[in-house]
């Protein structure tokens, strides 16, 4: 299975903050990769899809780059309503993989 | 809009067998791909399984293959997920996801299973 390691698990920034996580796939993904966000008691959504674009409805603060093996989800400014934690997911494997998580928190 | 609402979620003995519904809304059911998708209790996210528009093709995670079995039933635009030989380690908020190639487009709000003696 392709194992997918983000960084960091967690991390505190005040409103309007640049705020970066990335994410480490175990070998080469091309650009099979999503993000998604998940706010506490909502379900998952998600942000990006085929590592750059950004899914329907979704802001255009959000944004993620890379391709092989690593990957990188950018808040351009961040705001009240971005609390949450973020996945990333391989769709490289027909057997789909999840990263741990980063855990967004408002200073 | 689309409308994913599992079922089926108890609190069940070690060993015993679960059957968890979707019920599908507001798109074309057997135009996608179908996921299961859990969360164990302060855990991230894991992928359990899918199956494919007519339900031809199916996967599974190392942690459940051999033990559950997704289906799905297109004329009642409804999703299945059988759960045999459950463990602790099963339980979780099981999501119900619409599939776009393999993105996770569309999810339920999640039914809880728990497995505890």
């Known amino acids: 299975d392709i194992q997918m390691t983000q960084s960091p698990s967690s991390l505190s920034a005040s409103v309007g903050d640049r705020v970066t996580i990335t994410c480490r796939a175990s070998?080469?993904?091309?650009?099979?990769l999503n993000w998604y966000q998940h706010r506490p008691g909502k379900a998952p959504k998600l942000l990006i899809y085929?590592?750059?674009s950004l899914h329907s409805g979704v802001p255009s603060r959000f944004s993620g780059s890379g391709s092989g093996t690593d990957f990188t989800l950018t808040i351009s400014s961040l705001q009240p309503e971005d609390l949450a934690t973020y996945y990333c997911?391989?769709?490289?494997?027909?057997?789909?993989?999840f990263g741990g998580g980063t855990k967004v928190e408002i200073k | 809009e689309v409308h994913l609402v599992e079922s089926g979620g108890v609190v069940v003995q070690p060993g015993r067998s679960l059957r968890l519904s979707c019920a599908a809304s507001?798109?074309?059911?057997?135009?996608?791909?179908m996921h299961w998708v859990r969360q164990a209790p302060g855990k991230g996210l894991e992928w359990v399984s899918v199956?494919?528009?007519?339900?031809?093709?199916?996967y599974y995670s190392d942690s459940v293959k051999g033990r559950f079995t997704i289906s799905r039933d297109n004329s009642k635009n409804s999703l299945y997920l059988q759960m045999n030989s459950l463990r602790t380690e099963d339980t979780a908020l099981y999501y119900c996801?619409?599939?776009?190639?393999?993105?996770?487009?569309?999810w339920g709000q999640g039914t809880l299973v728990t497995v505890s003696s």
């Open positions: 996801v619409k599939g776009l190639d393999s993105n996770l487009e569309d």
């Open positions: 507001g798109f074309t059911f057997d135009d996608y791909t």
């Open positions: 199956i494919s528009w007519d339900g031809g093709t199916t």
């Open positions: 070998q080469g993904i091309s650009n099979f």
């Open positions: 085929a590592a750059s």
């Open positions: 997911q391989q769709s490289y494997s027909s057997l789909l993989t």
